[in-house]
């Protein structure tokens, strides 16, 4: 039997539909920093906008030009920590190529407070605890977390297994996961016979970037599928995993796109409302 289609527009919908009062009160104001004219970045900070739009957030668009110099992005990321109207920003990733090294001094520099893609040091340390102490947690795993809690899928005692250990996927969605009573196993590319432990997973995400690498052979038979992946190609946009093999014998399956997208930006939104929150209190 086909797997049911776990759907990040009607899971990122339902999200942002519960946060609309909580904006209306609050009045958050998101900022996006891009450098240079990355176009997927363009892309994805336009899909940022339309749901700050969808709940009525406000929100602005720093666009810097493309050689821009390390201290002129600092002297930006100082004014945005201290001007008091905006509750929370981001610097969209990659940077271009004189930035590129400087990205852990650029995330240390963002206030806590306001690190609303929940990058940092103080939020990832936080999510790190317990699930009680998740108030700023890095947005694509927290978005994976709300995407199983929408569908109703248990995490506790399942075994999850994560192929990809980003800092800011793979390695904070293992600890939330972990947080949350799954059992898991993290892969990575020195990972050998990688097949044997994607094969146990109950729970299968795979964020590495590497278009249909997850083939059918490679999963469970009614196993869960995450598909982080966005990777252009000539046939369009496709997933780490192979959607056709794989929806035949997994019991539920994201698509690409259309999946764990809309659930980044829906929570990269939840947390610039509870930034807020914390900074009104
Ligand atoms: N580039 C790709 N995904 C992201 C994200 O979630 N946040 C930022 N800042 N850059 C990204």
Redesign the pocket.
């Known amino acids: 039997m086909p797997a049911t289609l776990l759907s990040g527009r009607e899971a990122a919908g339902a999200l942002l539909e519960g946060l609309k009062s909580k904006v209306k009160e609050l009045d958050p104001k998101l900022v996006i920093v891009q450098v240079g004219e990355d176009p997927a970045?363009s892309s994805?900070i336009k899909q940022k906008f339309k749901s700050c739009e969808k709940v009525g957030m406000r929100s602005e668009h720093m666009h810097l030009p493309p050689d821009t110099s390390l201290d002129d992005l600092m002297n930006v990321i100082d004014k945005l920590n201290t001007d008091a109207d905006v509750s929370g920003f981001?610097?969209?990733?990659?940077l271009p190529k004189q930035l590129e090294d400087k990205v852990p001094e650029i995330i240390r520099a963002i206030d806590p407070k306001k690190d609303v893609?929940g990058?940092g040091a103080y939020n990832l340390g936080k999510t790190f605890l317990s699930t009680e102490f998740e108030h700023l947690p890095p947005?694509?795993p927290s978005g994976i977390i709300a995407m199983l809690e929408h569908y109703k899928i248990q995490i506790e005692g399942k075994h999850a297994v994560i192929v990809g250990r980003s800092n800011?996927v793979g390695k904070p969605l293992s600890i939330m996961l972990l947080n949350r009573n799954a059992t898991v196993t993290v892969c990575h590319s020195r990972t050998k016979d990688l097949a044997s432990l994607t094969r146990l997973g109950d729970i299968l995400i795979c964020a590495v970037g590497k278009a249909k690498m997850i083939t059918r052979d490679m999963v469970k038979e009614g196993a869960i599928v995450i598909d982080v992946g966005m990777n252009k190609t000539e046939y369009g946009l496709v997933g780490d995993v192979d959607f056709e093999e794989v929806k035949e014998i997994a019991s539920a399956i994201t698509p690409v796109p259309g999946g764990v997208g809309p659930m980044?930006v829906a929570s990269?939104i939840r947390n610039c409302v509870r930034a807020k929150e914390r900074q009104t209190n």
Request: aromatic content about 14%.
């Open positions: 970045s994805y981001i610097v969209q990733l990659p893609d990058f947005a694509t800011i980044t990269l």
